[in-house]
């Protein structure tokens, strides 16, 4: 299928974006497009530091010529995250722009910060990405910090996208590399969606699979070109990211593009984690997150599970109770410390449900086996492709030592509702038999 014919299928099962519209000098027919699904409105151009001169003075440039009304607010700061504040101040711009509608020129917090603000006002908006550096930019909901805690608010994608590919190719290689690793990430999180769907807890959404899943091992081939820079290359993980976008447009959730790969990003931003002084991108933090679950797997895959004594297992499920104690003390000293409390009550299920998951686990293993291992990559292959790409291959390249790394599995299984791969090892009492190899002499990242 060729990209024209994907970006087609996304636009038909979209429910939210109209217009995707990616190529090199793109950038060009903005006003065009503003005019079309905007007619005489106001513009205002949101960009920071950086993403202003990359394109957003000309955009500003082009949207006068084009006798659009236009005003710009630029973010001072030289890094930041996606934080409540900047949501208020969004809002206040907008407040004070009664009739303005917001054209994001940036990456994954300026388009978040658009999003989540033009739905708090009841209108849409235009994203002009400058890297291919998140799947933000056509996804449903934005991923905001509040309170503490990483969360994602639900509000729709921009209706209309608009992709120069010279000035995402331009974008700092890390960037490039961090939005490789984010695409990465849709492969253990695909293999995670299809446990819970075999569990009965997140049924598969076939649209949705099918605009990313089907040509997400054609996106990621090119690794090396992509660190080069190449705009084809480049293009070719910009489109994936989009259509993961869009895949969760239509599930109307993130689970088609993140589960547990993501999680220990969202521990890290909400302890505020620098390296070197400096905030990690999301990109590279979930290209740690993206490898380390692809090692569970690989540990996952050694085991005989039709053997599994499910007697046993449920005898030595714990009650609700229990559940909430244990996560009371593993946040107890987080910045979110009832956050396992709340999310383990909403997943928790009982004994009885419990036995017919791990019975059915048991009687079609190989079956389930063989479908996991045609879907998530091998730790050796995805370490291969990440360090080709540029994006980080080992937890001490983003400041992460292999002991945090270890002790951020107990959170990341209790710290949000969405089933996960660690939610049923749980349940079959072989939790630890796929983590603690992964940091034992000779594992992947042996203490």
């Known amino acids: 299928m060729t990209s024209k014919e994907r970006i087609d299928y996304a636009m038909s ?3 939210d974006t109209k217009l995707f519209e990616m190529g090199r000098g793109a950038s060009d027919k903005a006003p065009e497009v503003f005019k079309r699904f905007f007619p005489d409105r106001k513009a205002l151009i949101l960009a920071d530091v950086h993403t202003w001169p990359a394109l957003g003075e000309k955009i500003h440039r082009l949207f006068l010529d084009a006798g659009i009304p236009v005003d710009c607010h630029i973010i001072p700061e030289e890094e930041f995250h996606a934080e409540w504040k900047y949501v208020e101040l969004v809002d206040g711009l907008l407040d004070s722009h009664p009739g303005s509608v917001l054209v994001s020129v940036g990456s994954g917090v300026i388009n978040d910060l658009s999003k989540l603000c033009s739905h708090h006002h009841g209108q849409s908006y235009l994203t002009l990405p400058t890297a291919a550096s998140v799947d933000g930019y056509s996804s449903f909901g934005a991923s905001i910090t509040y309170q503490g805690a990483k969360q994602t608010f639900s509000c729709p994608a921009p209706v209309a996208i608009v992709a120069d590919i010279d000035v995402i190719a331009a974008a700092p290689k890390e960037m490039t590399a961090a939005g490789y690793a984010d695409l990465a990430a849709k492969v253990p999180a695909g293999a995670e969606w299809m446990v819970a769907d075999f569990v009965g807890t997140a049924p598969i959404h076939p649209e949705a699979w099918k605009v990313l899943q ?3 091992d054609d996106f990621l081939a090119r690794p090396a070109d992509v660190a080069a820079g190449d705009p ?8 994936g990211l989009t259509l993961s976008g869009v895949a969760m447009q239509a599930a109307r959730s993130s689970r088609p593009a993140s589960c547990c790969d993501h999680l220990f ?17 999301h990109g590279f933090q979930v290209a740690i997150g993206t490898l380390t679950m692809c090692a569970v797997f690989d540990e996952l895959f050694k085991l005989d599970l039709t053997k599994l004594d499910v007697d046993a297992c449920v005898a030595a499920w714990p009650t609700l109770e229990q ?3 244990r996560a009371l003390r593993i946040f107890k000293d987080f910045p979110a410390p009832r956050l396992g409390y709340d999310e383990i009550t909403r997943k928790w299920q009982p004994a009885e449900e419990v036995r017919a998951q791990l019975e059915k686990l048991k009687a079609q293993w190989p079956e389930l086996k063989a479908r996991l291992q045609g879907q998530v990559y091998s ?42 791969l660690l939610d049923l090892a749980k349940r079959g ?19």
Do not use: C, W
């Open 13 to 15: 099962i979209s429910t």
């Open 214 to 216: 089907d040509y997400l």
């Open 232 to 239: 084809d290359a480049v293009a070719d993980i910009f489109e």
């Open 265 to 281: 990003s969202h521990i890290l931003d909400m302890t505020e984690h620098r390296y070197g002084g400096k905030l990690q991108s």
């Open 323 to 325: 559940e909430q104690e």
């Open 379 to 420: 730790y050796e292959k995805m370490k291969s492709l990440l360090k080709a790409a540029g994006a980080p291959y080992e937890p001490e390249q983003i400041g992460v030592s292999r002991r945090q790394l270890h002790d951020m599995f107990a959170k990341v299984q209790l710290m949000r509702f969405r089933f996960n």
């Open 429 to 447: 009492g072989f939790y630890d038999a796929i983590v603690e190899p992964l940091f034992a002499p000779g594992g992947p990242f042996e203490i």
